[in-house]
């Protein structure tokens, strides 16, 4: 039997769910599946600010892939993507090559820099599990030091997140509620302690609700975070930040969050792309390529209403997934009519750390308590939607 075989690049929300949706959907005799993934497990992209402040362990963020995938249906290779060769069919890997009648590629994103000198050298780039944790063990080796060394320079203990959107504010939300406690383990005072919010835009986390803002940048100040907005990062050096018209923050911490661009791979395939994702069709497709699905991070799709690309997100990813999927057993059936990709925007929560969190659901603003239970309840359902009740209880956010 000639039976497709569709391939799955990148394990993360987008890759996942579309390799669980069909490998529950599509019968052995139907397609064969595979997916490929730099690791053997998956992470939640959206809780790693609490690893890297080191406000929760990173096993809990991961998940065994052969452990909610169905592996006697779907083929799992632990390998590194490195380009797709769309007029051979194929995924180049690390250690080998997958041929495809059908692909998706769900890579996710990296870090947008905007070509500042010293970004890559300098400044904590990574959100992935690894980086997660090797931003946390940094954070607790410069505390470590604190002690240790004679020269107690300006920098030691100044920590500068770069950027004010939404990974910025939960990644500070975190730290600021961990620094006190760093501060009694390792004997420092509060007051040697700095944490700077760097942000190029008028405001802290733009496109939200002003009310919103508000709150959020008063509760961090009350923690003693520094905002500097409207302050563009000119420069990541060994010792800071050098910013606006040159003034340099002295600091030996600088974690990078101003926004990101799709996985490199889509580039060096030779897909036309804005800041490395791909304008695609509205089944998901990428343009001139009926065989190749892009989805998440790397992906863009407009929103009519503002004519506006939508923010790359999870909640978006998840929703492409199932479009996706359905997509992918229309075209194994033999249909040419395919599902146009609808976002259905559920809201926003931020977290700030602290059972604190800010959010829009619906139309309704919320904030403190309410907001950090909605938080919680989100972040279970991508649990839910993944691995049902069972990978719920076991790595879920309860209490709330
Ligand atoms: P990802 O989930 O990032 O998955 C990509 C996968 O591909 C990973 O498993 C990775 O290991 C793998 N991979 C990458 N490169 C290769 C390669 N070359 N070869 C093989 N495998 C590879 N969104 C929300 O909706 N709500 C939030 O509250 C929210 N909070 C966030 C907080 C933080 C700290 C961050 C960093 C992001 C947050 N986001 C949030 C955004 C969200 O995490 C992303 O939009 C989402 O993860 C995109 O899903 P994806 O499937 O495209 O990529």
Redesign the pocket.
């Known amino acids: 039997v000639n039976k497709a075989r569709i391939v799955i690049?990148?394990?993360?929300?987008?890759?996942?769910?579309t390799a669980v949706t069909l490998s529950k959907k599509l019968g052995p005799n139907d397609a064969s599946i595979t997916l490929?993934?730099?690791?053997d497990?998956?992470?939640?992209?959206?809780?790693?600010?609490?690893p890297?402040a080191g406000t929760l362990e990173p096993d809990r963020t991961r998940v065994k892939i052969a452990d909610v995938l169905n592996t006697s249906r779907v083929n799992f290779v632990q390998?590194?993507?490195?380009e797709v060769k769309t007029d051979e069919k194929k995924v180049m890997?690390?250690e080998g090559e997958l041929e495809y009648d059908y692909l998706v590629l769900?890579?996710?994103?990296?870090a947008e820099t905007f070509g500042i000198p010293g970004v890559h050298e300098h400044a904590f780039t990574k959100?992935?599990?690894n980086g997660a944790r090797q931003v946390k063990d940094h954070i607790d080796a410069q505390f470590a030091n604190y002690n240790n060394v004679e020269d107690k320079h300006e920098g030691l203990l100044t920590f500068v997140v770069a950027g004010a959107g939404?990974?910025g504010i939960?990644?500070i939300g975190e730290l600021s509620e961990r620094v006190p406690e760093l501060c009694k383990t390792y004997d420092v005072p509060r007051e040697k302690v700095r944490l700077f919010v760097v942000e190029a835009a008028p405001t802290a986390l733009p496109g939200f609700d002003p009310e919103l803002v508000e709150y959020a940048m008063n509760l961090l100040e009350s923690r003693g975070v520094e905002f500097k907005i409207n302050t563009p990062i000119k420069e990541v050096t060994a010792s800071g930040v050098i910013v606006g018209e040159g003034e340099e923050i002295k600091a030996e911490t600088v974690v990078w969050?101003t926004g990101?661009r799709g996985?490199?791979?889509i580039e060096k395939s030779g897909f036309e792309a804005m800041r490395g994702r791909v304008k695609v069709n509205p089944d998901l497709r990428a343009p001139g390529h009926d065989d190749v699905f892009i989805?998440?991070?790397?992906?863009l799709i407009i929103n009519e209403e503002i004519n506006r690309p939508y923010?790359?997100?999870?909640?978006?990813?998840?929703q492409m997934?199932k479009t996706c999927a359905n997509n992918l057993i229309a075209l194994n059936k033999g249909s040419t009519d395919l599902e146009t990709f609808k976002f259905d925007n559920k809201g926003?929560?931020?977290?700030l750390g602290g059972k604190q969190a800010i959010g829009v659901v619906g139309s309704r603003k919320i904030y403190g308590g309410t907001a950090n239970f909605m938080?919680k309840m989100?972040?279970n359902r991508a649990l839910f939607i993944l691995g049902g009740p069972l990978l719920t209880l076991k790595k879920g956010k309860f209490p709330f």
């Open positions: 690049a990148g394990a993360g929300y987008g890759g996942m769910n490929v993934n730099k690791h497990y998956h992470y939640q992209t959206t809780w790693l600010h609490e890297a390998d590194e993507v490195l890997l690390k769900a890579l996710g994103a990296t959100w992935t599990l939404f990974t939960e990644f969050a990101v996985n490199p791979v989805i998440g991070d790397c992906a923010p790359p997100t999870a909640q978006i990813a998840m997934a926003t929560v931020a977290s938080k989100i972040d």
